[in-house]
């Protein structure tokens, strides 16, 4: 049976996107073990954990690109199990876009007014000039004013500086008009300068939209989060507010906890200094 129920969260706040007993195999290989998660609307929902973890193998479960061994995903209530990665972006859960060698002659403002007319059905107009269509162009302009690039909006990506590029990812993935945004890694990269902008623009996002955000910078997790899911070996360690996080002893043990005098196991030395893969 599918029929949509409306599931209650933490607090009595509605979930959005609920993974349920998420098992993932590779061969002999158990990347996920029986990981479920739930994202409450307007969630700042970080997920944490050593190299290894299974975090982007989740990320992949939930996005689609990959189909669970076991379990079930269900999206506003409905079940997307065995839904295609682009019926998920349809229902609203996208995920933060890698620029590819498309985008690359392309400027910011001609990148974002081509995902606004596919989301507005328009696809192929888009090419059209874009005072042909004042709603596209309208709102093309709030997402450069939002995300900080009215400066270079007409400078071909490919020449942007790597900060205003990861702007851009999140921008295009918002002009997609997203209920549930996963961003995997948004500073992962970025020089210490460019930092804080993206930073900021990360705590700016809407409200309403339900965010869960894989990082290893600890600083933004924490500025950033209200809700923690810590995995570790593919299963979840610990789920709880970053308060609770922090002072959890056993997730120093595994994962924070290595400025201290804990012996590291030898999988979680990028915890502060960015991943070595997404
Ligand atoms: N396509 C694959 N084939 C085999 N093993 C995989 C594959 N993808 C991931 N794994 C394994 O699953 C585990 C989790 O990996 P991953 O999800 O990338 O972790 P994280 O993103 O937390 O670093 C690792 O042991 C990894 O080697
Ligand atoms: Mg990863």
């Given at each position: 049976m599918?029929?949509p129920?409306?599931?209650?969260?933490?607090?009595?706040?509605?979930?959005?996107?609920?993974a349920?007993?998420?098992?993932?195999?590779?061969?002999g290989?158990?990347?996920?073990?029986?990981?479920?998660?739930?994202?409450?609307?307007?969630a700042?929902?970080?997920?944490?954990?050593p190299?290894?973890?299974?975090?982007?193998?989740l990320i992949?479960?939930?996005?689609g690109v990959?189909d669970?061994?076991?379990g079930?995903i269900t999206?506003?209530?409905?079940?997307?199990?065995?839904l295609?990665?682009?019926?998920r972006?349809h229902?609203?859960?996208v995920?933060?876009?890698?620029?590819?060698?498309?985008?690359k002659t392309?400027?910011?403002?001609?990148?974002?007014?081509l995902?606004i007319?596919?989301?507005?059905?328009?696809?192929?107009?888009?090419?059209?000039?874009l005072?042909g269509?004042?709603?596209v162009a309208e709102?093309a302009?709030q997402l450069?004013?939002?995300?900080r690039?009215?400066?270079?909006?007409n400078q071909r990506?490919?020449?942007?500086?790597?900060?205003?590029?990861r702007?851009?990812?999140?921008?295009?993935?918002?002009?997609?008009?997203?209920?549930?945004l996963?961003?995997?890694?948004?500073?992962?990269?970025?020089?210490?300068?460019?930092?804080?902008?993206?930073?900021?623009?990360?705590a700016a996002?809407?409200a309403?939209?339900?965010v869960?955000l894989?990082e290893?910078d600890?600083?933004?997790v924490?500025s950033?989060?209200n809700r923690m899911?810590?995995l570790v070996n593919?299963?979840?360690l610990?789920?709880?507010?970053?308060e609770?996080i922090?002072n959890?002893?056993?997730?120093r043990?595994?994962?924070?906890?290595?400025?201290?005098?804990?012996?590291d196991?030898?999988n979680?030395?990028?915890?502060?200094?960015?991943?070595s893969h997404?």
């Amino acid at each position: 049976m599918n029929a949509p129920s409306r599931k209650m969260g933490l607090g009595g706040a509605e979930v959005v996107l609920s993974a349920q007993n998420l098992v993932k195999r590779f061969g002999g290989i158990t990347a996920t073990g029986n990981v479920s998660l739930d994202l409450t609307r307007g969630a700042r929902h970080a997920l944490i954990g050593p190299n290894g973890a299974g975090k982007t193998t989740l990320i992949n479960l939930l996005t689609g690109v990959l189909d669970p061994t076991e379990g079930r995903i269900t999206l506003e209530g409905e079940d997307i199990t065995r839904l295609a990665p682009h019926q998920r972006v349809h229902r609203g859960m996208v995920r933060t876009f890698q620029i590819n060698q498309l985008f690359k002659t392309m400027t910011p403002l001609e990148t974002l007014a081509l995902v606004i007319a596919q989301q507005k059905g328009q696809g192929a107009r888009w090419w059209k000039p874009l005072g042909g269509d004042a709603a596209v162009a309208e709102r093309a302009e709030q997402l450069l004013e939002t995300f900080r690039l009215s400066e270079v909006r007409n400078q071909r990506t490919e020449h942007l500086a790597y900060g205003k590029r990861r702007l851009l990812e999140i921008a295009i993935a918002l002009a997609c008009e997203p209920r549930v945004l996963l961003l995997d890694e948004p500073v992962a990269g970025v020089p210490a300068g460019e930092r804080e902008e993206l930073l900021q623009t990360v705590a700016a996002l809407p409200a309403d939209v339900s965010v869960l955000l894989i990082e290893h910078d600890m600083d933004l997790v924490f500025s950033f989060a209200n809700r923690m899911t810590v995995l570790v070996n593919g299963t979840v360690l610990t789920e709880g507010s970053p308060e609770q996080i922090a002072n959890d002893p056993q997730v120093r043990a595994v994962y924070l906890g290595h400025g201290d005098d804990h012996h590291d196991a030898g999988n979680g030395t990028n915890a502060a200094n960015g991943a070595s893969h997404g």
